[in-house]
């Protein structure tokens, strides 16, 4: 095994390369394309979660979106837009 110096941490590394080295590692726009923008109405914000409901189904009831799993904007008089993985948006019934 090859000793290392300071000089082996300060130089440019090569572009990271993919799991078997022969493409390169996508950036963000991979994981962005998982995700949705969705404009709901924010019922009820509680430390871990936040409850929400879509109106364009009036008819359903509250969702409970984990605040672990998404990021969200308040608008103003309730509303809110939220960005979530597609995959829960799904499992939530929300698209």
């Known amino acids: ?11 440019e590394r090569e572009a990271p390369r993919g799991r ?9 726009d991979s994981v ?7 404009a709901l109405v924010l019922r009820m914000d509680k430390p871990l979660a936040i409850a929400v409901t879509d109106p364009a189904a ?15 904007e308040h608008r103003g008089a309730g509303a ?3 960005t979530m993985p597609r995959r829960l948006a799904v499992e939530k019934g929300l698209v």
Request: aromatic fraction near 12%; hydrophobic fraction near 40%; proline fraction near 7%.
């Open 1 to 11: 095994m090859r000793e290392r110096d300071t000089f082996d941490f300060m130089r």
């Open 80 to 82: 809110v837009v939220v």
């Open 20 to 28: 078997h080295g022969d493409e390169p590692v996508r950036g963000n």
């Open 58 to 72: 009036p008819g359903r009831g509250w969702v409970w979106l984990p605040k672990s799993a998404i990021e969200y």
């Open 32 to 38: 962005r394309a998982d995700l949705v923008d969705l």
